[in-house]
């Protein structure tokens, strides 16, 4: 089992900036990848950023590329999300998830994910 406790949520205006982190607890050496996600009032999850554990290499979502930048550190199983330039369209439930295995391919997908955490509010006033 993996735990995960996300941290950095709040209140911010467009243009400003936000550092969420997830902290990764319990069976944590069998990590394929971590990811963020975000749901929005009335619509669907959706993939924001996610890191292949091993190699530390990143993927985002095209709406966020530019503007996020995620990070691990491996010692304190560790991810982060550096949201700059916030826009009010960024303004979501923030999900941080794990997998034990998987594909690049795969890491977009929230069904991929086997653990969740509780979600940290993000709004951006514009």
């Known amino acids: 089992q993996v735990q995960l406790v996300e941290f950095g949520g709040g209140l911010v205006q467009a243009g400003g900036s936000l550092r969420l982190s997830c902290a990764a607890s319990?069976?944590?050496?069998?990590?394929?990848?971590m990811g963020w996600f975000r749901q929005a009032p009335g619509k669907e999850r959706e993939f924001v950023a996610g890191?292949?554990?091993?190699?530390?290499?990143?993927y985002y979502a095209d709406s966020v590329k530019g503007r996020f930048t995620i990070s691990r550190d491996s010692a304190r199983s560790t991810v982060y999300l550096q949201m700059d330039s916030l826009k009010a369209e960024d303004t979501a439930t923030y999900y941080c998830?794990?997998?034990?295995?998987?594909?690049?391919?795969?890491?977009?997908?929230?069904?991929?994910?086997?653990?969740w955490g509780q979600g940290t509010q993000v709004t951006v006033s514009s």
């Open positions: 998830a794990s997998t034990l295995s998987g594909t690049t391919a795969t890491l977009y997908t929230a069904d991929s994910y086997d653990y």
């Open positions: 319990g069976r944590t050496f069998r990590t394929y990848a």
């Open positions: 890191i292949r554990w091993a190699y530390g290499t990143p």
